[in-house]
């Protein structure tokens, strides 16, 4: 009896040490040209429209994890980082990422040319009065937050990246298996 006991107490222990080792900490974050905050903060639920008139909420993908871009078409890193949001977010939708793309103040007819332009298949969410980037911090763009699938934020930063190079594979496989 204590044998069968003792199996499953060390495959037990496997197992939470095996979940424990998925989990990115600060450093890997930093190494990757993301701010991890200094203690655990909820993201700001808000409620915008995406380009069909739709009105979708940041609370709808709770349970995912979520690339929160802030950005405008006249941006000129925006416009280079889009592309690459969009590969990222073709490789992991399936395993659980959402790529939400706000817009700050700009119209509907200007930025749904852009995405389809771009071949965007991500959401795409209307900020038109910059209230919610506002209350982001979003002052320089494009600014990216990662939201973890318990809604707390995970990351974030300043600036232009190219998202679907392999570090950042590795790094989102990691987030997408905790």
């Known amino acids: 009896m204590r044998k069968p006991l003792m199996f499953v107490l060390t495959g037990l222990i496997l197992i ?10 600060a450093e890997e974050f930093r190494q990757m040209g993301l701010q991890p905050p200094k203690q655990k903060v909820e993201s700001i639920d808000f409620e915008l429209q995406d380009l069909s008139g739709t009105t979708r909420r940041l609370s709808d993908f709770k349970g995912k994890v979520v690339f929160l871009n802030f950005w405008a078409t006249w941006c000129g890193p925006c416009r280079f980082e889009m ?12 395993k659980g990422l959402v790529v939400v793309a706000v817009n700050l103040q700009e119209d509907r007819d200007s930025v749904k040319r852009f995405v389809e332009e771009h071949e965007l298949s991500f959401p795409v969410l209307l900020d038109t009065t910059g209230r919610i980037g506002a209350t982001y911090g979003a002052r320089s763009i494009p600014t990216t937050y990662l939201v973890g699938r318990d809604g707390f934020v995970l990351a974030g930063t300043i600036g232009t990246r190219e998202w679907d190079t392999e570090d950042y594979s590795r790094l989102f496989e990691k987030l997408l298996a905790e």
């Open 16 to 25: 939470a040490a095996s979940a424990h080792s998925t989990t990115v900490t």
């Open 83 to 94: 592309p690459s949001m969009e590969k990222l977010y073709q490789r992991f939708k399936a």
